[in-house]
């Protein structure tokens, strides 16, 4: 579904990513972690067209699409679910929603309103309250049921877990395995390893704008440099 291949891009003279390979397949989630400042979110402005790159592809469904403007590659069936939720703070949960759904003028919008409100019921009983009244993560699930509105074919999330309280955090991760999908790819970018694992099919780990390793879920989990750096050392074992 999604080739990203040889992409160098950086923000004027520094240079962020190095020359980064990563994939994602239909029907799979794929977790990218890495410390603050290896590169995570840089390529995800990349692969959502926000930032050109300076060398390199991005293929999604066989197309390059490098050079397409951010919204026509939302219209291609990507959507990105940034850091910080970004939601739509004085509009309402409804109105951010119908935001959402900007690339289907004139269809109806009533059976996609219904799935994102039997996914999130919360979203439901606060439909007329302004998206700044909601907490943490009930903000994070209009983040989520925004993008569903668009019915992208790849979903991109940045750090859905942060700041949320773990009993949000277990929620919230029960969510994103809902969406996949034979038909959908999730890409994951997430500090809490530990809880991206336990949902992810594969994984890559960034490291200064280099993908350092890669491999199932499990493998990541088990790999003794990962523990060490991003699940508590030998703690993580028991």
Do not use: W
Not at 3 to 11: L, N
Not at 206 to 211: R, T
């Amino acid at each position: 579904m999604l080739v990203v291949k040889g992409i160098e891009a950086g923000y004027g003279a520094i240079q962020v990513l190095k020359g980064i390979d990563l994939e994602v397949e239909k029907g799979e989630i794929v977790t990218l972690i890495g410390a603050n400042g290896a590169g995570k979110t840089t390529l995800l402005s990349v692969i959502s067209g926000i930032l050109k790159p300076t060398r390199g592809e991005v293929r999604f469904e066989e197309e390059n699409i490098v050079r397409v403007p951010p919204h026509k590659i939302v219209r291609r069936g990507i959507c990105l679910i940034q850091e910080g939720r970004e939601i739509l703070s004085e509009m309402t949960v409804l109105e951010n929603l119908l935001m959402g759904a900007f690339i289907r003028p004139g269809e109806n919008l009533s059976d996609s309103l219904d799935m994102v409100f039997q996914m999130f019921p919360v979203l439901r009983q606060r439909e007329s309250q302004l998206g700044k009244t909601l907490s943490g993560g009930e903000q994070q699930m209009l983040a989520i049921g925004r993008a569903l509105m668009a019915q992208p074919r790849l979903y991109m999330m940045d750090e859905p877990s942060l700041g949320l309280a773990p009993i949000l955090v277990n929620e919230v991760f029960a969510k994103i395995e809902e969406l996949k999908s034979e038909d959908i790819g999730i890409l994951l970018v997430e500090q809490n390893a530990r809880k991206a694992f336990q949902v992810a099919d594969r994984g890559y780990v960034l490291e200064i704008g280099k993908i350092f390793l890669s491999g199932s879920g499990d493998e990541l989990s088990s790999n003794e440099k990962v523990r060490e750096a991003y699940l508590g050392g030998r703690r993580a074992r028991r």
